[in-house]
């Protein structure tokens, strides 16, 4: 396309062309996004044409069942166990409400420093919930529960 430019008109009037090479830039980006969730949805199909296929030469597995000795975290919890991440966020942060958090320092000070996109999605519930405010910046603030 740039070689089928008129450069003697780009010259004299070079808003026009880029006017109408960003309105064509946004058109092939449509379609690159349709044609990427296109691909998407054939793969998504291909994958559970493939699962068929396995299951009809195979047959269906069994479920999985949990090693022997596994608790889940509800039942750890139940047992004596740490607490879920969301009671343990509320709680840190009702200590001091008026304190503004990042997603890491909640993670460090709950000793989950390597886990910290669970957390920031722990508090971003939070946050849906109303439990806890977030701020400007990314910082989360504890949320005062209004008295009725």
Known sequence: MIENLPWEQVA???EKYIQLLEER??????DTYKVRMELRLVRQ????MDIAEEWRESGIPEPRRPEPG??????????GGKP???????????QD????????EMADALNESEKGKSVRVAMD????????????????????????
Request: hydrophobic share 30%.
């Open 70 to 79: 596994y608790e889940s975290p509800a039942q750890q919890a139940a047992e």
């Open 12 to 14: 004299g009037n070079p």
């Open 25 to 30: 830039e946004e058109e092939l980006q449509r």
């Open 97 to 104: 409400p008026q304190r503004l958090w990042k997603a890491l």
């Open 125 to 148: 519930e939070l946050h849906r919930s109303g439990k806890i405010a977030k701020l400007p910046n990314a910082f989360y603030q504890y949320a005062q529960q209004k008295q009725l």
């Open 84 to 94: 879920p991440r969301k009671d343990r966020i509320l709680h840190l942060m009702s």
């Open 45 to 48: 199909l291909k994958k559970q």
